[in-house]
């Protein structure tokens, strides 16, 4: 999926961040628990060094459980990151203490000499709508940060001084420019980190439904109260739209409100726990990514 949504703002962050990392001494990447390795920053990756670095899997009630805990372990095996799993059912307190657990963790992982005579500078960044602006006011003990359900709504750097000794630097969520890999567009369009205005709805439904019926079946036939499994997406939907209504004059279905129901419900967690990335998955991807690169390189020499 070709992603045509890369506001101004983003790319003006994206320069700026490479502006301030020599003085940033930690990481703080909100992740969507759902899909780790979409919702991280390829830019981060490459610019981020030997700098330690918090992954903070945000919404981990919306994913599943078991995948949740194969991406940590698979993280930390670089010794420079840890992560942390928060899920948004948990009562405010439960919410709260886990997230007020990150500055702790952030002077474990942060060498701090004698003669340090400032607060340690933590980058917190995350992709649009991932929850960052809630974590962010929670860490302050105050509201700093704007929150909303729709992408892109800090538009301007932050500098919080909280009452620790650490001192936050908030960007603007940022997406970026190429989104190579296609299944990471649809993800990323799935979970709602790209404005509906950017998105065909029945393509990225068709997206999400193959998948779920390959991966997530039984969620499925509970969910919609199926007797038998579809055969394919499009068979998928006919049934579906006729049990929710979504049917047009002449007895046609009406794909279009169907697919947006069927988003809507995913994103609202109403499916079930769901993620839509393993290990395995991006390893397999990135591969199949790398032989495109090879061809279209190629194809340019070739033109030369």
Not at 10 to 24: D, G, Q, R, T, V
Not at 172 to 185: C, K, R, V
Request: hydrophobic share 40%.
């Amino acid at each position: 999926m070709h992603i045509q949504w890369y506001p101004g703002h983003m790319f003006k962050a994206s320069k700026e961040l490479k502006k301030i990392l020599p003085s940033i001494d930690l990481l703080i990447e909100i992740l969507d628990a759902r899909i780790p390795f979409s919702s991280e920053n390829p830019m981060l990756a490459k610019i981020r060094g030997d700098k330690p670095c918090i992954k903070v899997f945000n919404k981990s009630d919306l994913a599943d459980p078991v995948i949740i805990k194969h991406w940590q372990q698979y993280l930390e095996v670089d010794k420079g990151i840890k992560t942390l799993a928060i899920s948004n059912q948990q009562t405010d307190n439960q919410y709260y203490s886990k997230v007020q657990a990150i500055p702790a963790l952030c002077r474990k992982m942060v060498s701090i000499g004698e003669n340090r005579d400032r607060n340690i500078h933590a980058l917190i960044m995350g992709i649009p709508n991932v929850g960052k602006s809630t974590i962010i006011n929670i860490l302050a003990g105050r509201t700093i940060a704007k929150t909303g359900n729709e992408p892109a709504v800090t538009k301007h750097q932050q500098r919080i001084n909280l009452d620790n000794g650490i001192t936050l630097l908030d960007t603007p969520g940022m997406l970026w420019a190429n989104i190579e890999n296609p299944h990471s567009g649809y993800r990323l369009a799935a979970s709602g980190a790209i404005k509906d205005t950017a998105l065909e709805y029945e393509d990225v439904a068709s997206y999400l439904a193959e998948y779920l019926l390959e991966n997530y079946p039984d969620t499925l036939l509970e969910r919609f109260q199926l007797d038998e499994l579809p055969r394919d997406e499009y068979d998928f939907f006919e049934v579906i739209g006729k049990k929710r209504g979504c049917i047009r004059a002449g007895n046609n279905l009406d794909l279009n409100r169907i697919s947006k129901i069927f988003i809507t419900e995913f994103r609202d967690g109403k499916l079930g726990n769901i993620s839509l990335e393993t290990p395995e998955m991006i390893q397999r991807e990135l591969l199949e990514l790398e032989k495109l690169r090879e061809i279209k390189a190629a194809k340019r020499e070739t033109k030369k």
